[in-house]
């Protein structure tokens, strides 16, 4: 066995600890994957003492790319309850109008600029983040259209260093609001009872298959299912040209709702944390060789579409605070899900109570109750605009244009 692997692995590790102890120093006023590129752009492409082949090396691309991200896909799919999902219409409707409100300011804004394809790959990007941009960067590199391809990459990388931060402080706001106000357990509380009650109704009325415990708790049981899973949304996604990511969270949803998997399969087995932390450290490689002339020639092009994005959010977040009568920074940070992207976005509603816990505002109960309200709020606006909505338009488009 060559230990070539650990060095890799023990560099980006420790980049790892060093964001989190970052984040710690700042009483989590700043979330540590926004450290961790911070740290990645100092070391890799200034410093060059890591590169995109350490990450190789180290096999968390190999994870990623291999099993890794169709599972977390799954995973993703099989983490919402269809109770959730019926009681998230307002995220839904949220969402929806984030995507449109991002996608026609950035063809009005953009296309006199840099053109109809431009405009139009940017803006469906920023207003759904990593699935999109993948078709589209494939698609312009298919192309030979260079220019483009490095605009769509860029703005994929640097789209959750403004989406991720951005909707951890609105969503901050937004719970100090309500502390402030004092109604903020309450909300928890009648979500809470409204879950359980959902729940029960769902028990009485469930025809859902039942399988063993001892088969929900293997690891191989739950692998083998995602496995078909992935294997079943590779082929119907050629067959129907719809992306199999697409299929996978269709079909992870579903599993779970009939009952061939636990809710949070891959967690309950162990292998969620192995499999997202080789994803968060994969999805920011690209950031340590990115060099300073390729983001300078095009910051202003991305400059222009984070600010149309972030605009379209917060005019949507006013207008749904006033009808849904929410304050506007929680509605803000809803609407901004769309910018965050997955798996990230499973990480939105913890990191904006972290700040308030260690800073005394909140203590650690009442903050899991806030996390279990706003959490599904955050994940389902990014499955709703990632996911499905500008994976769709995004799959549309480059057969047109």
Not at 121 to 137: C, D, H, K, R, T
Not at 358 to 375: F, H, P, R, T
Request: with cysteine.
């Amino acid at each position: 066995m060559s230990p070539t692997v650990y060095i890799p692995l023990i560099a980006i590790c420790a980049i790892f600890v060093l964001s989190e102890l970052s984040s710690r120093l700042i009483k989590n006023k700043i979330d540590s994957l926004l450290f961790f590129m911070i740290y990645l752009v100092i070391f890799g492409s200034i410093l060059g003492w890591i590169t995109e082949k350490d990450f190789d090396a180290s096999l968390f691309s190999t994870i990623t790319y291999g099993f890794g991200l169709p599972f977390a896909i799954i995973s993703f799919g099989a983490s919402v309850s269809i109770q959730e999902f019926k009681g998230q219409y307002k995220t839904f409707i949220i969402g929806t109008a984030a995507v449109a409100t991002i996608i026609l300011s950035g063809l009005v804004i953009g296309t006199p600029i840099v053109g109809l394809r431009t405009a139009l790959y940017s803006a469906v990007e920023i207003a759904g983040g990593g699935q999109a941009g993948l078709i589209f960067l494939t698609k312009a590199q298919q192309d030979g259209d260079n220019s483009l391809a490095a605009l769509i990459l860029l703005l994929m990388n640097l789209q959750v260093c403004v989406g991720y931060p951005l909707s951890i402080y609105a969503l901050r706001r937004g719970i100090k609001k309500h502390l402030d106000v004092g109604d903020m357990m309450t909300i928890c509380d009648a979500n809470l009872q409204s879950m359980n009650a959902a729940n029960a109704d769902s028990g009485k009325k469930s025809h859902k298959i039942h399988v063993p415990d001892f088969l929900n708790d293997s690891f191989y049981y739950v692998f083998l299912i995602f496995g078909l899973i992935a294997l079943a949304a590779f082929w119907i996604g050629q067959k129907t040209t719809i992306s199999h990511y697409v299929w996978e969270i269709i079909f992870g949803f579903i599993v779970v709702q009939v009952g061939i998997l636990p809710k949070g399969a891959l967690n309950r087995v162990g292998a969620g944390g192995l499999i997202f932390g080789c994803m968060y450290a994969t999805i920011c490689a690209q950031m340590c060789s990115m060099t300073w002339k390729e983001i300078v020639v095009l910051l202003p092009q991305v400059l222009l579409f984070f600010a149309v994005g972030v605009i379209g959010c917060a005019l949507c977040g006013f207008i749904f605070g006033k009808i849904m009568k929410k304050n506007f920074w929680e509605t803000f940070s809803v609407s901004l899900g769309c910018m965050v992207g997955f798996p990230p976005s499973l990480l939105v509603a913890e990191s904006a109570t972290s700040a308030l816990v260690m800073s005394g505002q909140l203590d650690a109960e009442k903050a899991k109750s806030i996390v279990d309200y706003y959490q599904p709020q955050i994940v389902i606006s990014g499955v709703v605009t990632i996911s499905i909505e500008t994976g769709i338009i995004a799959g549309i488009i480059i057969g047109i244009i």
